[in-house]
């Protein structure tokens, strides 16, 4: 069974940085691909970034901002944040699917396993 932990979140002002971590445990690396989504009020959950054995993925409205890592030694995930912007505020998800071609969706229904979420606000 994945179990997944996020913390890292909190209040940053525009342009700000944080670094978001999850804890994993359960899962394979050479089976599994590790993902970053989040949730604003009244609106969808949206793939932030993902990785899959190494290959990096990244939604365009992060890409140059946001860099997702992994250490496997540690079964941690990583989100650096950078350039943080008001529409940033969400709720952070960390997520795990099977390793394959849709882990590059970014599409909530490919990933079956998901924490329960930290906090990010950005203000103006």
């Known amino acids: 069974q994945v179990q997944l932990v996020e913390s890292g979140g909190g209040s940053v002002q525009a342009g700000g940085s944080l670094r978001l971590s999850c804890a994993a445990s359960?899962?394979?690396?050479?089976?599994?691909?590790l993902g970053w989504f989040r949730q604003a009020p009244g609106k969808e959950r949206e793939g932030v970034a993902a990785?899959?054995?190494?290959?990096?993925y990244y939604s365009d409205s992060v890409k140059g901002r946001f860099t997702i890592s992994q250490d496997s030694a540690k079964n941690t995930l990583y989100l650096q944040m950078n350039s943080l912007k008001p529409e940033d505020t969400a709720m952070y998800y960390c997520?795990?699917?099977?390793?394959?071609?849709?882990?590059?969706?970014?599409?909530?229904?490919?990933?079956?396993?998901w924490g329960k979420g930290t906090q990010v606000t950005v203000s103006s």
């Open positions: 997520a795990a699917g099977y390793s394959g071609p849709l882990c590059a969706a970014l599409e909530r229904k490919y990933f079956g396993y």
């Open positions: 990785v899959d054995t190494r290959v990096l």
């Open positions: 359960g899962y394979t690396y050479s089976r599994h691909c």
